[in-house]
């Protein structure tokens, strides 16, 4: 039986020390490593004053998401500007009491053709790319799991190529780092949006600190493209 993440009922929860909070985050995508390790990136929100009587929202305020894997965890925080330190990382130990990652699985099956894919999102069925990202010798580096959130589609009739087309365009997903930023697994793993729309290669664009027009300033935007060779598929669930 075929499975796949059902993202939709996967969550993470970090408890912060002293067991002051407990913060369920649903998954946004998940990278499992060639050796095994997964890797969950959570959704995104913004930073907070917890359980504050007023002034929830902190000022200035930044986007806070978070990556969880086997012991290890970072922290992104793209404020206004991107600081230096808009990445942290370490052991889950030394910085939460406690974090649990319960990913949930359904049944699922491969779309086998472009038909397929094309009359599976017009029934609106929930998808799921899996992409694998593949070396010059053609060995698997990661497996990237995320929910279809966006995808273009057109039948053979009105497709000017006169074939079933399609399209992904979704994110934010985790993938492997061209250059890792230290010792530690977690950092070899950077933000990302997909495109594909072919089977054998990928398209994304990175997550970086991105100067503003000539000056020093730097936002954190998707900005960085790159081209992977890959071995796609989309699954819908059942």
């Not at 890797?39 to 913004?46: D, N, R, W």
């Not at 929202?57 to 986007?63: A, S």
């Not at 969880?68 to 991107?82: D, K, M, S």
């Not at 730097?218 to 819908?236: D, I, P, T």
């Amino acid at each position: 039986m075929l499975e796949a993440h059902d993202f939709g009922r996967s969550f993470a929860t970090f408890v912060t020390k002293g067991r002051t909070n407990h913060a369920r985050i649903q998954f946004e995508a998940t990278c499992e490593l060639a050796g095994g390790a997964i890797y969950a990136l959570v959704a995104s929100c913004k930073s907070e004053d917890t359980y504050a009587e007023r002034n929830l929202f902190k000022q200035p305020n930044y986007d806070f998401c978070a990556i969880f894997g086997p012991e290890q965890y970072c922290i992104v925080r793209v404020g206004l500007p991107v600081t230096a330190a808009w990445l942290e990382s370490g052991l889950s130990s030394d910085r939460f009491e406690e974090v649990r990652i319960a990913p949930v699985q359904a049944e699922a099956e491969v779309c086998a053709d472009r038909q397929a894919v094309v009359e599976a999102t017009l029934a609106n069925r929930p998808l799921v790319g899996r992409t694998q990202l593949l070396g010059e010798a053609g060995e698997m580096i990661a497996r990237v799991e995320y929910p279809i959130k966006t995808m273009n589609v057109n039948d053979s009739e009105r497709a000017p190529s006169g074939d079933w087309i399609f399209q992904i365009d979704t994110g934010p997903i985790v993938v492997p780092a061209e250059r890792k930023r230290g010792d530690l697994a977690v950092e070899g793993l950077e933000l990302a949006f997909i495109a594909w729309n072919a089977p054998d290669w990928a398209e994304f664009v990175v997550l970086e600190p991105t100067r503003i027009g000539h000056t020093e300033d730097c936002v954190g935007h998707y900005s960085r493209v790159r081209v992977v060779s890959a071995r796609n598929e989309v699954l819908a669930l059942r």
